[in-house]
């Protein structure tokens, strides 16, 4: 990893690198499931492990077991990406009865290995292992707090899985007639979670060596152990076999006669094997010249020092008349040992050490003979926060690294009474300042524990903690921690980071949680680069300061040019192109550690800058803009001017203008490396958008009535002839009217002309010969209109004789009202019938002279005279007849000849009047 500084910093100050949470995250588990241990591979995959109470752990594809085994837990396994994003692969392993994962470590060839714990007659073990029978035992003595217990006993149970975790490369129990791998006696069991204490790790000839305890007597041990049988009670159980766990290669016991336990191992780079745990025998195995040979009573810590062919060469207690034990050891590349603990006595502080004198924890160096102390130290607070050790590590520089964990869970275990993480230190720049109480506590110490580079709490508001196991850091001061994390029944959460694999405690309990964080503690090289993006101009030089904890420096800048070992040096390249710049630091202290950074900078030559663009004015009346469409050739960086004191850095911008006018509109297109800008104007006229008017004109008075003129809704303003400033306006008047709107920007005008009122014509009646139309109209076209036979088209067609009347709106809008008089003609076959007698005497028989034979519609005309020449009749219809008095209404006429002519002509034939001349008597 690599920091740049554009801005450069303080070089008064100190130099603090932040560490760096890489990634926090829940396994998603849908069932309960308690964390209990994780560990890593050199990739920087994490891979932690738990207890699984049934069915829902998240599981991949084609993993060993994909089923829950049965009774109530079994191992939950999983493989986090090293940026904890995904699930590389995640598995059950566990028989019908409990199981639980205890520690782990991966090899060489990122194959997993676990050290764990089994009530399962049935657990997945491989064809020719080590053991192939659960031995069990009896129940533990340490109760059901942790969810489950082994109700009939427990082997050690060790694993060897494959790459892909989808077969078993080898599995064994490891166990006798008693319980095995358990812690399972008070005051030894001090913590929650220390029943399942016990560590596996990897030999130089990646071999797994394992520390654990047994109740059994009768375990294997090869010959010539330093410790052949069972001391009594519980003992510790060392042992190392093959990667196909089908061979023990070495085994002992180790333990007196009262209760002791092994938990932590560790290898030099010479082969020996050291181990460390806590005693309450006085009665150890001993060898070499003990840093202290007896224990101090009320319960020590024991370390052990073996060859690599399991022969005992070395031993020491360690503690104070209080209760003391060491939970993991460590080795520097010197071997001298360190061991981390608790401790209720006066355990002492050396001189020169960071120390909290009265902590509930211990760390302690001595050589690795274990014949001497190199020093001893406290840290905590005020001696009864009572932290549990849950990872430990002592760098090839020397830093001391230290993970572990305190709350209110802890006095669930054992000895513990209290326990709280509030009032730790912590240093200014801690990740996580604060603690509710129940959180871990990660801290480092410089070499030889001269001080505190740094310490921080983390996590949420659940009761943070670990049931029991062991987490590891990597030898770069990288942190891979298991947590039993977001207890409290959705109550309570867990910091995770954003896209982590889950963020989301699945169960309706806990959760295994895990995070990674690197402390960055050892040398740190990195470098400040004068430019900003990492481009640089062919014509500038750029300034290189070496930033970090090295004591020395090299600089090679990529491009052929001797070396440097400045601190600060400024280069100019000769060409443009991509350079590599490599900065090596060294510090040489109590290790030769060497960091390398690197950055690679992009050289160019200034660009060739051709700005241009098009404008385009639009707009509205409310708004006058131009829209900007630019062509420059060099940049994709604009810088707009738009000659209103505004401007823009878009591409292609439009702009709204406060009021129409001439603009001037500048573009600068920027190199930004070579900082250089190159310019184009235009000068836009941005005018005011037209407005049209069309009204409806002409527009027609009505008899006696006034018309509304309407210049349209929506305008700004109004301005009328007549001096109105309304939309609309009432005349009563013919003439021009003229109104003027404005809209925003923007004016327009018409002229509406109101006419006289307009005449009709009546509607001529109408005689309709047959085959004609007879279709009526009014003589013009209605906005709308009413017959009298109730239709409402501007014609209808008529079928009878009859008045037809309608009203109608005509085109100016006034009513209009007129009748149509139709007759329809009928043409006869026959000539006129003239009878020659009729007997008007009230018998109702020919009471009447009528002509026959004629069309009624047709015109007509009759006269009667008689034999003096006087007309005594005379009708003009053919329906109407005599009735033998004078003119129908005067005095009777006598009987006698009557003089007769009729003259008719048939409308619809179109032929010449008919004349008929003859005589009719009259009879009473």
């Given at each position: 990893?690599?920091?740049?500084?554009?801005?450069?910093?303080?070089?008064?100050?100190?130099?603090v690198i932040d560490p760096v949470v890489t990634f926090s995250s829940y396994v998603g588990s849908f069932a309960d499931n308690f964390g209990c241990t994780a560990t890593y591979d050199d990739d920087g995959h994490l891979y932690g492990a738990g207890s699984v109470f049934g069915v829902g752990y998240p599981l991949t594809l084609g993993v060993l077991q994909s089923t829950f085994g049965g009774g109530t837990i079994d191992m939950g396994v999983s493989k986090f990406a090293p940026d904890g994003t995904s699930l590389i692969w995640s598995t059950y392993i566990g028989g019908s009865d409990n199981d639980l994962p205890h520690s782990m470590v991966v090899n060489s060839s990122n194959e997993l290995f676990i050290l764990g714990t089994t009530g399962s007659s049935n657990f997945p073990v491989t064809a020719g292992c080590f053991d192939n029978t659960l031995g069990g035992g009896t129940l533990p003595p340490f109760g059901g707090s942790y969810g489950f217990n082994y109700s009939f006993g427990s082997d050690i149970a060790v694993v060897h899985l494959n790459a892909g975790a989808d077969a078993l490369l080898g599995a064994t129990y490891v166990g006798g007639s008693a319980n095995d791998g358990l812690n399972q006696f008070t005051p030894l069991l001090r913590n929650y979670g220390d029943p399942f204490r016990g560590e596996i790790i990897m030999d130089a000839d990646e071999n797994p060596i394992i520390a654990s305890c047994t109740a059994s007597s009768g375990l294997f041990t090869t010959p010539g152990a330093s410790q052949a049988a069972f001391g009594g009670s519980l003992d510790g159980y060392i042992f190392r076999m093959d990667p196909t766990l089908t061979n023990m290669l070495w085994a002992t016991y180790h333990g007196g006669s009262g209760?002791?336990?092994?938990?932590?191992?560790?290898?030099?780079?010479?082969?020996?094997?050291?181990?460390?745990?806590?005693?309450?025998?006085?009665?150890?195995?001993?060898?070499?010249?003990?840093?202290?040979?007896?224990?101090?009573?009320?319960?020590?810590?024991?370390?052990?020092?073996?060859?690599?062919?399991?022969?005992?060469?070395?031993?020491?207690?360690?503690?104070?008349?209080?209760?003391?034990?060491?939970?993991?050891?460590?080795?520097?590349?010197?071997?001298?040992?360190?061991?981390?603990?608790?401790?209720?006595?006066?355990?002492?502080?050396?001189?020169?050490?960071?120390?909290?004198?009265?902590?509930?924890?211990?760390?302690?160096?001595?050589?690795?003979?274990?014949?001497?102390?190199?020093?001893?130290?406290?840290?905590?607070?005020?001696?009864?926060?009572?932290?549990?050790?849950?990872?430990?590590?002592?760098?090839?520089?020397?830093?001391?690294?230290?993970?572990?964990?305190?709350?209110?869970?802890?006095?669930?275990?054992?000895?513990?009474?209290?326990?709280?993480?509030?009032?730790?230190?912590?240093?200014?720049?801690?990740?996580?300042?604060?603690?509710?109480?129940?959180?871990?506590?990660?801290?480092?110490?410089?070499?030889?524990?001269?001080?505190?580079?740094?310490?921080?709490?983390?996590?949420?508001?659940?009761?943070?903690?670990?049931?029991?196991?062991?987490?590891?850091?990597?030898?770069?001061?990288?942190?891979?921690?298991?947590?039993?994390?977001?207890?409290?029944?959705?109550?309570?959460?867990?910091?995770?980071?954003?896209?982590?694999?889950?963020?989301?405690?699945?169960?309706?309990?806990?959760?295994?949680?895990?995070?990674?964080?690197?402390?960055?503690?050892?040398?740190?090289?990195?470098?400040?680069?004068?430019?900003?993006?990492?481009?640089?101009?062919?014509?500038?030089?750029?300034?290189?300061?070496?930033?970090?904890?090295?004591?020395?420096?090299?600089?090679?800048?990529?491009?052929?040019?001797?070396?440097?070992?400045?601190?600060?040096?400024?280069?100019?390249?000769?060409?443009?192109?991509?350079?590599?710049?490599?900065?090596?630091?060294?510090?040489?202290?109590?290790?030769?550690?060497?960091?390398?950074?690197?950055?690679?900078?992009?050289?160019?030559?200034?660009?060739?800058?051709?700005?241009?663009?098009?404008?385009?004015?639009?707009?509205?009346?409310?708004?006058?803009?131009?829209?900007?469409?630019?062509?420059?050739?060099?940049?994709?960086?604009?810088?707009?001017?738009?000659?209103?004191?505004?401007?823009?850095?878009?591409?292609?911008?439009?702009?709204?203008?406060?009021?129409?006018?001439?603009?001037?509109?500048?573009?600068?297109?920027?190199?930004?490396?070579?900082?250089?800008?190159?310019?184009?104007?235009?000068?836009?006229?941005?005018?005011?958008?037209?407005?049209?008017?069309?009204?409806?004109?002409?527009?027609?008075?009505?008899?006696?009535?006034?018309?509304?003129?309407?210049?349209?809704?929506?305008?700004?303003?109004?301005?009328?002839?007549?001096?109105?400033?309304?939309?609309?306006?009432?005349?009563?008047?013919?003439?021009?009217?003229?109104?003027?709107?404005?809209?925003?920007?923007?004016?327009?005008?018409?002229?509406?002309?109101?006419?006289?009122?307009?005449?009709?014509?009546?509607?001529?009646?109408?005689?309709?010969?047959?085959?004609?139309?007879?279709?009526?109209?009014?003589?013009?076209?209605?906005?709308?209109?009413?017959?009298?036979?109730?239709?409402?088209?501007?014609?209808?067609?008529?079928?009878?004789?009859?008045?037809?009347?309608?009203?109608?709106?005509?085109?100016?809008?006034?009513?209009?009202?007129?009748?149509?008089?139709?007759?329809?003609?009928?043409?006869?076959?026959?000539?006129?019938?003239?009878?020659?007698?009729?007997?008007?005497?009230?018998?109702?028989?020919?009471?009447?002279?009528?002509?026959?034979?004629?069309?009624?519609?047709?015109?007509?005309?009759?006269?009667?005279?008689?034999?003096?020449?006087?007309?005594?009749?005379?009708?003009?219809?053919?329906?109407?007849?005599?009735?033998?008095?004078?003119?129908?209404?005067?005095?009777?006429?006598?009987?006698?000849?009557?003089?007769?002519?009729?003259?008719?002509?048939?409308?619809?034939?179109?032929?010449?009047?008919?004349?008929?001349?003859?005589?009719?008597?009259?009879?009473?």
């Open positions: 990893m690599s920091f740049l500084f554009p801005d450069g910093y303080d070089r008064s100050a100190t130099l209760n002791d336990a092994a938990y932590g191992v560790q290898v030099s780079t010479t082969g020996d094997v050291y181990v460390t745990g806590g005693t309450l025998s006085t009665d150890l195995p001993a060898a070499g010249s003990p840093f202290q040979a007896a224990n101090a009573g009320g319960g020590d810590g024991w370390l052990a020092r073996y060859s690599n062919t399991g022969t005992l060469l070395g031993t020491t207690f360690f503690g104070t008349s209080g209760f003391d034990q060491a939970y993991f050891v460590q080795l520097d590349p010197q071997n001298n040992v360190y061991v981390v603990g608790q401790t209720t006595g006066a355990y002492p502080v050396s001189a020169g050490v960071y120390a909290n004198p009265a902590g509930s924890q211990f760390i302690h160096k001595l050589n690795s003979a274990l014949s001497a102390s190199l020093w001893s130290t406290r840290i905590g607070t005020n001696g009864t926060e009572n932290i549990s050790p849950s990872a430990f590590l002592v760098s090839d520089c020397g830093q001391i690294y230290f993970s572990g964990w305190g709350g209110t869970v802890n006095p669930a275990g054992g000895g513990v009474t209290s326990s709280s993480t509030i009032g730790l230190p912590v240093t200014a720049d801690a990740y996580q300042p604060g603690t509710d109480g129940s959180d871990f506590y990660l801290m480092v110490l410089n070499a030889d524990a001269s001080s505190l580079a740094y310490a921080t709490f983390f996590g949420g508001t659940a009761t943070e903690h670990v049931d029991g196991g062991t987490s590891r850091f990597d030898k770069d001061g990288i942190v891979y921690q298991a947590v039993c994390a977001g207890c409290g029944f959705g109550t309570t959460t867990f910091p995770t980071t954003p896209g982590a694999w889950s963020s989301t405690d699945n169960g309706m309990n806990c959760n295994l949680g895990v995070f990674k964080i690197d402390f960055e503690q050892n040398v740190q090289v990195n470098i400040d680069a004068s430019i900003s993006n990492l481009v640089l101009c062919l014509d500038d030089p750029v300034v290189l300061n070496a930033v970090g904890t090295a004591d020395a420096w090299l600089w090679d800048l990529g491009d052929g040019s001797p070396t440097s070992t400045e601190v600060t040096l400024a280069h100019q390249y000769a060409e443009p192109g991509v350079y590599t710049i490599t900065l090596v630091g060294t510090a040489i202290g109590l290790c030769v550690a060497v960091d390398t950074a690197t950055v690679q900078i992009t050289v160019v030559a200034p660009i060739d800058l051709q700005p241009g663009f098009d404008a385009v004015p639009s707009g509205n009346c409310d708004a006058v803009e131009v829209d900007l469409f630019n062509t420059s050739l060099g940049s994709s960086i604009f810088l707009w001017s738009f000659g209103d004191g505004s401007g823009s850095t878009l591409t292609n911008p439009s702009h709204v203008y406060a009021a129409p006018g001439q603009y001037t509109i500048t573009l600068g297109i920027v190199d930004p490396v070579c900082a250089d800008t190159a310019f184009a104007s235009q000068t836009i006229d941005v005018g005011i958008p037209g407005l049209t008017l069309d009204l409806e004109s002409p527009v027609g008075l009505c008899d006696g009535a006034s018309v509304v003129l309407d210049a349209g809704a929506g305008f700004d303003a109004y301005a009328w002839s007549t001096g109105a400033q309304t939309a609309t306006i009432s005349v009563s008047e013919p003439g021009a009217y003229i109104v003027v709107v404005t809209d925003g920007f923007c004016t327009g005008s018409d002229t509406i002309i109101v006419a006289q009122p307009i005449t009709y014509e009546p509607v001529a009646d109408r005689q309709i010969c047959p085959g004609q139309d007879a279709t009526l109209s009014p003589p013009f076209t209605p906005l709308s209109i009413t017959w009298s036979n109730g239709l409402s088209t501007p014609t209808i067609t008529v079928e009878d004789d009859g008045s037809y009347w309608f009203t109608a709106i005509d085109p100016a809008g006034c009513p209009v009202t007129d009748t149509v008089n139709v007759v329809f003609f009928l043409i006869g076959d026959s000539e006129a019938i003239v009878p020659n007698v009729f007997t008007p005497n009230g018998d109702k028989v020919n009471d009447v002279y009528l002509v026959e034979g004629v069309d009624p519609a047709a015109d007509f005309q009759m006269d009667i005279y008689n034999r003096w020449g006087q007309r005594v009749f005379e009708t003009t219809s053919g329906n109407y007849g005599w009735n033998g008095k004078l003119r129908n209404d005067g005095e009777t006429v006598p009987d006698g000849t009557y003089f007769v002519i009729v003259t008719y002509k048939e409308f619809c034939k179109g032929t010449d009047p008919v004349t008929i001349t003859t005589h009719v008597t009259l009879l009473r």
